[in-house]
């Protein structure tokens, strides 16, 4: 019996190929890498950033008093903190005294922190008296300022200049007649954080000494110079700059 003829299957149809839609990534691997990178360097930056204010910080914490130093010259120490400023808790300083012969009142005598003129004074070292009210200012920058009375021979006058010209960054020097025969010492210490966020008004720090002593002076120094409350460094403090007016 002959075989009955098979009937081929209809051709498959195939519909239209439906298009990709989907547009490819234009981020390369290399560009991925370059944000990666770039992610990574900022997170670096603000740890940079955060661990300089937390040392700032920290720095100022960490004052050790110079107790024995400014004893053995016969020195009287003393840390106290500044008045508020007048115009209310979250005032500035420079609010206190808007012209040079403003009514400022100050926790110690001579001032070791608290309100001033909006201008300090320029660094150096003076033959007569500087108006406390810019003084005041450059201790909020750091300062260290001597300050010694008109008894106070001139033999001594030129050792408190010979100590200046040692290392006279961030230092002032200037007559403040009321002292008699004495000298002090002041600075001005605080968090730059804290300060310019106006949650702490910092520390001053004030020496009286009865004469010149080498030792107790560098020891008052190097304790509390350039640790001002607006965390200015040293080097912006140099002899002969300041304002001009």
Known sequence: MAKKART??????????????????RRSPRSAAISGVLVGVAIVVAVILFMSLRNKSSSNDSITPPTAAMAAAGCTLKSVPPLPPTAG????????????????????????AGGHYPLWAVWGFYDTP?????????????????W???????STVAKLRAFYDESPAGMVGTPYPTLGNKIALTAWTGDPVKYNQRQDNGMGHIAICPTFDEKGFKAFRDAYRGK??????????????????
């Open 8 to 25: 081929p299957p209809p051709p498959r149809q195939q519909g239209p190929k439906k298009r990709d839609t989907t547009l490819p990534s």
């Open 148 to 154: 010694w009375g008109d008894k106070v021979p001139d």
């Open 228 to 245: 001002g409350p607006e965390g200015i460094p040293l080097s912006a403090d140099q002899p002969g700059t300041g304002p001009t007016s």
């Open 89 to 112: 808790k979250t005032a500035s300083y420079h609010e206190d005294s808007p012209t040079l012969t403003s009514k400022v009142k100050w926790s110690t005598d001579p001032p070791s």
């Open 130 to 146: 500087v108006n406390p009210r810019r003084v005041v200012h450059n201790e909020e920058h750091g300062g260290m300022i001597i």
